[in-house]
């Protein structure tokens, strides 16, 4: 923690937040025993917090007694793994949103709040200011504003945003964008040294954390919060190398979990491996497709193989996409290349009466998922590049 503009205590906002799922009963009624499961789960695997209402938590279908059931089970956590909890407070209403971030103060392990641009309503850009300067003056917390255009039908300006990141009491951004452009390049290029931007569009993470941001909030992150982690560890210590090769398999899991409205198909995947008592959801949202929910399974299990779950990337190109392109899948027992660094231990040796041939189906299914994650990962770095 350091202290901000107006005084407060701003959260070092660096690192893997993950926006919690908000577990449901097979009858529909809030599962706190999975919720506090899921919550010290992501944190012990690698996520520096969590963060609770967001979009991923189905907010707006939850009851008063709920959201102070999700708050306190979660402070808990956050307070005993001593990590930091930002909570979701804001509407498309100025005054609704100051009484929201206001109530707040009551707990003492919220670090910041995630305060959506005022949505529907559509406000011009200096509406957007005024609305920001009025709720971050009246905040117990340092605000992060939430910046997802397609939701909220308003695309900020960077000199919206630079003006946005002047606000005393505001420590950052969400930046939830579909698409890497030359405002989004410029904008993360001239970044005030106290305003850190999360990346929040899981699919272009690790574009934008190349390009500077300071970390993400990934709803993703909920499978594979290690490798995630590991992600944003090392574009920040400049590990091109290792990070795009995490980018590259992470971005194809990404594309699965999203493949139909957020978060259904990932309440699919953490029921399928046991994590919550139900994949229910609340209307207007309907449970994943089995089909979709399998897909993404198939997904997961190709770039993670049950040896090396928590190792580290289980698939490498021998010496970063060598001339002879040979694929290393890194199960204890396969194959050994050549180490990429010191930080990459997971290769192993052959083991006795193995055969490398034998592994040739499971070897070329990963391949296919890292390629998917390689091309769509770098056309977004290619776009990047012409933009500056």
């Not at 103060?105 to 910041?112: D, I, R």
């Not at 500077?212 to 560890?233: D, K, M, P, Q, Y």
Request: hydrophobic letters at 45%.
């Amino acid at each position: 923690m350091r202290a901000g503009k107006l005084g407060l205590m701003q959260p070092s906002l660096h690192g893997l937040y993950v926006p919690l799922i908000t577990p449901f009963t097979p009858d529909g009624d809030l599962a706190p025993g999975a919720l506090e499961k899921l919550a010290r789960h992501v944190i012990d695997a690698g996520a520096a917090g969590l963060v609770i209402f967001g979009t991923t938590g189905e907010p707006a279908t939850l009851t008063a007694a709920e959201r102070h059931s999700i708050l306190e089970i979660c402070a808990r956590v956050c307070r005993e793994r001593g990590a930091t909890l930002i909570a979701g407070a804001g509407t498309n209403d100025t005054a609704g949103t100051l009484q929201a971030v206001r109530d707040l103060a009551a707990w003492p392990e919220v670090s910041a709040a995630l305060t959506v641009v005022p949505y529907y309503t559509r406000p011009s850009q200096e509406g957007v200011i005024a609305h920001f300067t009025q709720v971050a003056a009246g905040s117990p917390v340092p605000v992060i504003v939430y910046n997802i255009p397609y939701r909220t039908g308003i695309s900020l300006s960077p000199g919206t945003i630079r003006e946005l990141a002047g606000i005393p009491g505001i420590a950052g951004m969400k930046h939830a964008v579909s698409g890497i452009d030359q405002d989004t390049v410029a904008l993360l290029a001239a970044l005030p040294g106290d305003f850190a931007v999360l990346a929040g569009e899981d699919m272009l993470v690790s574009p934008l954390l190349a390009l500077g941001a300071a970390g993400g909030i990934l709803a993703s992150a909920h499978v594979c919060t290690g490798e995630f982690a590991r992600l944003i560890a090392a574009w920040r210590s400049g590990a091109a190398g290792p990070a795009r090769r995490i980018g590259h398999r992470l971005v194809a899991l990404s594309a699965a979990l999203f493949a139909e409205p957020n978060p259904v198909v990932i309440k699919g995947v953490l029921h399928a491996q046991g994590m919550i008592p139900s994949p229910a959801v609340r209307l207007p949202l309907l449970p994943a497709r089995q089909e979709t929910v399998d897909a993404a399974l198939g997904v997961l299990n190709a770039i993670q193989g049950p040896a090396d779950r928590d190792l580290g990337p289980p698939l490498l190109l021998a010496a970063d996409r060598a001339p002879q392109d040979r694929l290393v899948p890194a199960v204890g027992g396969l194959a050994r290349a050549p180490l990429l660094d010191a930080h990459q231990p997971w290769l192993d040796e052959v083991g006795p009466g193995e055969e490398p041939a034998d592994l040739l189906p499971a070897a070329e299914a990963r391949l296919q998922v890292h390629q998917l994650g390689h091309d769509v990962l770098d056309a977004v770095e290619r776009l990047a590049v012409q933009e500056v």
